[in-house]
């Protein structure tokens, strides 16, 4: 069964360095989707990605944070300048456009540390 | 803006209890809910999901949840509930596909313990 896959799995970084978080969503899925959860607390929104365009985006991404797909199968999430308060779990999930319901695919997620 | 509320955080149940997990959302038009298994250290696992039709929806792991448009509410339940279910259970909802992104929007999730 195909699946979403993220690397890292847990990506320790210093406060001010740039992380990239990768993703390879579902081979036919045309929709992409980034979400995080601070230990603890629910799950958020970051931003949807559609044909090579960022369309919705939440206040939670800033400047700081950028969406590529750089190929035909990954897509990735840039965090520019790390802060303390970008530690989370940040998932990845993809959905089939062709599909007439909303179902979203999740990855296994990447443990972001900030020290 | 949609929203939806757990007002549940922790739930305690003995291994072949029913359990019932209660969900309430709030969102404008028809919404698309769904409940996600989260277990440790792992990511999120599609139980169910209800987009029209039957209220009672049938997901995998003998969970089922019913939707209830006059109380805004799409409670998960399970008639025995295992070992295995100890998880955090999110309930979320969607936009309809209105070309828009369809972000979901999550629940503070429910921690649900199991005792043997």
């Known amino acids: 069964e195909p699946e979403v896959t993220q690397t890292p799995s847990h990506q320790v970084t210093q406060m001010g360095q740039e992380v990239i978080l990768r993703c390879v969503p579902i081979s036919n899925h045309l929709y992409f989707y980034w979400y995080r959860q601070i230990l603890g607390q629910k799950v958020e929104f970051l931003v949807s990605f559609y044909n090579n365009e960022i369309s919705e985006k939440s206040e939670i991404f800033d400047d700081q944070f950028s969406v590529e797909r750089p190929d035909g199968s990954n897509f990735t999430l840039k965090i520019r300048s790390t802060k303390l308060e970008d530690s989370a779990m940040y998932f990845c999930?993809?959905?089939?456009?062709?599909?007439?319901?909303?179902?979203?695919?999740f990855g296994p997620g990447t443990r972001l540390t900030v020290l | 803006a949609q929203s939806v509320t757990q007002p549940d955080i922790h739930i305690t149940v003995s291994e072949g209890a029913s359990l019932e997990l209660r969900c309430n959302y709030s969102y404008g038009a028809t919404p698309y809910l769904f409940w996600y298994v989260q277990s440790p250290g792992q990511g999120l696992q599609l139980l169910l999901k209800y987009f029209s039709g039957d209220t009672l929806v049938q997901g995998i792991k003998g969970f089922e949840a019913e939707f209830k448009r006059s109380q805004s509410s799409f409670n998960l339940r399970k008639p025995s509930v295992h070992w295995s279910d100890a998880a955090e259970y999110f309930c979320?909802?969607?936009?309809?596909?209105?070309?828009?992104?369809?972000?979901?929007?999550f629940g503070t999730g429910t921690q649900l313990k199991v005792e043997l």
């Open positions: 999930a993809s959905r089939r456009l062709a599909s007439s319901y909303n179902e979203q695919f």
């Open positions: 979320a909802v969607g936009a309809a596909l209105t070309g828009g992104g369809n972000k979901l929007t």
